[in-house]
């Protein structure tokens, strides 16, 4: 089993549509939680980035961190056809710069015009 | 600012020969840095963590003596294939850690090997 599980999709929304993706890890030590956004042949960019359990908007990003079931959410609102890319979950234990984060498989989402 | 450049973006080689990639911290110093490799359609995968000025630590089934990585600056780190083979072929992406900041990897934009 892996550490860190992420539906690979893909996931089709309308446009305007609120786009929801989750990720469910088994270490119970992870309490960084971070969203990143891949488009394809790119470099993923940093998304959201949130500590412990709790709620954090950005924009039309919310993040969310469940610490006692061991799952955490993105959910995307008013999606665009721009927000078309694989978006990936990654966790740490320590906040220490350097230290290795460990991924989940990656969610490809597709918003049609 | 974060920014993290790679060179190059896309390369062909011949079997046998040897690459080098390059991953750059523009706007930051970066005391640790480190390579990805990602498949298409599948997620990153971790070779190796580079900090500057030391050996870098390979991840468990990582040819370290294949996949060569210099970290000499807080800006450079490169990533050598060495006797390069068409199953090397892949997307290789670094990513930079800022000294003294959370523990969030800016990521280059990626170099895409293709060994024929």
């Known amino acids: 089993q892996k550490e860190v599980e992420q539906d690979p999709g893909p996931l089709s929304v309308p446009e305007g549509a609120i786009v929801s993706l989750n990720c469910t890890y088994s270490?119970?030590?992870?309490?960084?939680f971070m969203w990143y956004r891949q488009y394809s042949r790119k470099g993923p960019e940093l998304l959201m980035y949130?500590?412990?359990?709790g709620n954090k908007e950005d924009g039309r990003f919310t993040a969310q961190v469940d610490k006692s079931s061991k799952y955490i959410s993105l959910f995307i609102r008013d999606s665009q056809p721009s927000d078309s890319a694989t978006y990936l979950c990654?966790?740490?234990?320590?906040?220490?710069?350097?230290?290795?984060?460990?991924f989940g498989g990656g969610t490809r989402v597709l918003v049609k015009p | 600012g974060a920014v993290v450049s790679q060179h190059p973006s896309w390369v062909i080689c011949k079997s046998g020969t040897s690459v080098k990639i390059e991953c750059r911290s523009l706007?930051?110093?970066?005391?640790?840095m480190f390579w990805y490799r990602q498949f298409p359609k599948q997620s990153l995968m971790l070779m190796a963590t580079?900090?500057?000025?030391?050996?870098?630590?390979?991840e468990q089934g990582v040819e370290k003596d294949k996949f060569l990585i210099n970290h000499a600056s807080l800006t450079l780190s490169t990533l050598t294939v060495t006797s390069a083979h068409p199953e090397d072929s892949s997307f290789y992406i670094c990513?930079?850690?800022?000294?003294?900041?959370?523990?969030?990897?800016?990521f280059g934009p990626g170099t895409r090997l293709t060994v024929l």
């Open positions: 990654a966790m740490s234990a320590s906040k220490a710069a350097g230290n290795k984060l460990t």
């Open positions: 706007d930051f110093q970066a005391t640790t």
């Open positions: 990513s930079a850690s800022r000294a003294g900041v959370f523990n969030e990897q800016f």
């Open positions: 580079s900090n500057e000025g030391s050996k870098a630590t390979y």
């Open positions: 949130t500590y412990s359990s």
């Open positions: 270490n119970s030590a992870f309490q960084y």
